[in-house]
């Protein structure tokens, strides 16, 4: 399928990735390969989601906060000296956490974020449940 030359390197990234995480011999490394996936999808500036879903999001996972300022998604991590980073959404309900970290919000209901998932760019992969509103 023919692409825009612009976008031409962007896809050969993606392409690479994706070869190298389906011959990954474990979950960690297909893990990364996934997360360096995302973060190339970060690069490429997707439109943000509404504001009434981000709404959502917001509460309190483990150590971290996730509220909403100026119509976007900030999160407070106690763990870290109260660190505050603006979420930067990738697609779906994936968002750049900071320089190492990727969060996904996981939903039982579209109304009820229940738990976060933690990427790390080395391949971990951590979990918060969420204990309630800001």
Not at 41 to 60: F, I, M, N, V
Not at 91 to 106: C, K, M, N, Q, T
Request: some cysteine; aromatic content about 8%.
């Amino acid at each position: 399928m023919p692409i825009e030359a612009s976008q031409a390197l962007v896809k050969a990234q993606e392409l690479a990735l994706r070869q190298q995480m389906h011959m990954a011999n474990t979950t960690l490394a297909k893990n990364e390969f996934e997360y360096w996936l995302d973060e190339l999808a970060a690069r490429q500036q997707p439109s943000a989601p509404p504001t009434e879903l981000l709404k959502a999001y917001t509460g309190r996972y483990g150590p971290l906060r996730i509220y909403i300022a100026k119509n976007k998604l900030f999160c407070q991590n106690a763990g870290s000296n109260n660190l505050i980073t603006e979420l930067k959404y990738i697609a779906h309900s994936r968002f750049v956490l900071d320089d190492s970290a990727h969060i996904e919000f996981v939903s039982d209901s579209p109304d009820n974020c229940t738990r976060v998932k933690l990427y790390v760019n080395d391949g971990a992969v951590f979990e918060e449940k969420r204990q309630g509103d800001n």
